[in-house]
């Protein structure tokens, strides 16, 4: 018989020592009953963590998905945006001069054309392989997804002016909306467990053509397409601005070159009028060779001057090459005085090969101050853009003789100043998002 079945004593010692070890099973399922409950509280814990972990996940997903979806519908507007505003860029002054083209109002036109490129780059950037749709009537509205207009600054949170109200117009603004509505909803990976099924989407973008020019500086990646010449401004019947003038032109006369829109060259009349420049390379007795003629090679401080203004018409000027002006050729301060060449101190023939290599390509040409008798600095006044569509020397003269036809030209390497007046041939396209 165990010590358990023994008849309860009043005795301490064996009836005790029985009792205890009675207790010792009893003991022992407790400790694992509190063991196995804990164990399932850690079950339930570890669910729970996994669970909420899993939709930590799943926001980051989607939030993900958000995101990039965002971004590439913002870089669908900005190409659109872009696109327009690049169309703002009136190739009327070519055709009628920067005095007739370049009043207020006259880019009006330009506005289903502006449409076009708008339509045209939604077609070539696609969002998830459908364009962009867009809703818009007259592109007067703030209510519209597409709106042509004026900005007087360029910076985030100015007003912009409909197209109707303004006097110019400069900036076009594109909204991409993505929701259910116009069938472009974003749909959601895990918010649809959540009842969220899709996500809307805004994004507005303002692209700025920048016409108000007041000088250039390269950058690392970007030099200045320069033509180390300085052409007379507005002197008389030979500077640029009066040749630009004459419109229409005559063909046969002031209109004798094409150029296509790939840079070629080439015999005939596109109603574009050339600018002729006459360079003097001899120095000619009872005259000086400086007052002669409308255009003056800049010497821009090189060891070469030679090689260096080749390699400046044909790459672009580099901040080291605008050292002496500090980086940059603007229309005040000391950058925008240059130096010029003597006639006497290169050849001619070094000259018109490397005006030659860049015929068809659109280039800035500064248009400085006219030089004193003794000069050999001038000042940049203004600047204008142009290709080179012939070079021939005139050896009676004394003179290299350049034509030159107008051209447009958008670069980031200009500078803007909205104290300065527009310029009509080159422009900058800004983005305000």
């Not at 190409?79 to 002054?93: E, I, K, Q, S």
Request: charge should be positive; include cysteine.
């Amino acid at each position: 018989m165990s010590c358990c079945q023994a008849s309860p004593c009043s005795s301490r010692g064996p009836t005790s020592r029985c009792r205890i070890a009675c207790r010792g099973p009893l003991s022992g399922t407790g400790k694992a009953s509190r063991m196995e409950a804990r164990a399932g509280l850690a079950l339930v814990g570890t669910l729970l963590a996994l669970a909420l972990a899993l939709a930590c996940v799943g926001v980051a997903v989607d939030l993900a998905l958000l995101g990039a979806h965002r971004q590439q519908l913002r870089c669908v507007c900005e190409n659109a945006a872009c696109a327009g505003a690049t169309a703002l860029h009136d190739p009327a002054v070519l055709y009628m001069g920067p005095e007739r083209a370049g009043t207020p109002g006259r880019n009006t036109s330009r506005h289903n054309e502006v449409r076009r490129c708008v339509l045209h780059a939604l077609t070539q950037t696609p969002l998830e392989g459908k364009p962009l749709p867009l809703r818009f009537d007259n592109c007067d509205s703030p209510d519209e997804d597409l709106l042509i207009g004026y900005l007087e600054r360029p910076e985030p949170g100015q007003p912009l002016l409909p197209w109707h109200q303004a006097a110019w117009a400069n900036t076009v603004q594109v909204q991409g909306w993505c929701r259910e509505d116009r069938a472009n909803a974003v749909s959601l990976a895990v918010g649809r467990f959540l009842g969220l099924k899709s996500a809307q989407l805004h994004v507005s973008v303002r692209a700025t053509l920048e016409q108000r020019i007041a000088g250039f500086r390269p950058s690392s990646r970007m030099p200045v397409p320069l033509a180390p010449v300085g052409v007379c401004f507005q002197s008389g019947h030979q500077s640029w601005w009066e040749q630009a003038c004459r419109c229409p032109a005559t063909p046969g006369q002031n209109d004798r070159f094409r150029v296509s829109s790939q840079g070629r060259v080439g015999r005939g009349s596109d109603g574009i009028p050339e600018i002729e420049l006459r360079i003097p390379w001899q120095q000619r007795e009872k005259r000086r060779s400086l007052d002669s003629g409308n255009a003056w090679l800049l010497s821009l401080g090189g060891a070469d001057p030679a090689e260096q203004f080749a390699r400046v018409l044909r790459h672009g000027a580099t901040a080291r090459d605008l050292a002496a002006q500090g980086g940059r050729i603007t229309l005040q301060g000391r950058s925008s005085l240059l130096w010029l060449w003597h006639p006497q101190s290169y050849q001619v023939s070094q000259v018109q090969q490397a005006l030659e290599s860049v015929l068809g390509q659109v280039r800035i040409w500064p248009l400085v101050v006219p030089p004193g008798e003794h000069g050999l600095k001038t000042q940049v006044v203004f600047f204008a853009a142009g290709q080179v569509v012939d070079v021939r020397r005139d050896d009676k003269h004394g003179q290299l003789i350049v034509w030159v036809q107008p051209a447009l030209l958008r670069t980031p390497t200009a500078l803007i100043n909205t104290t300065v007046a527009r310029n009509p041939w080159i422009g900058k396209v800004l983005v305000n998002q």
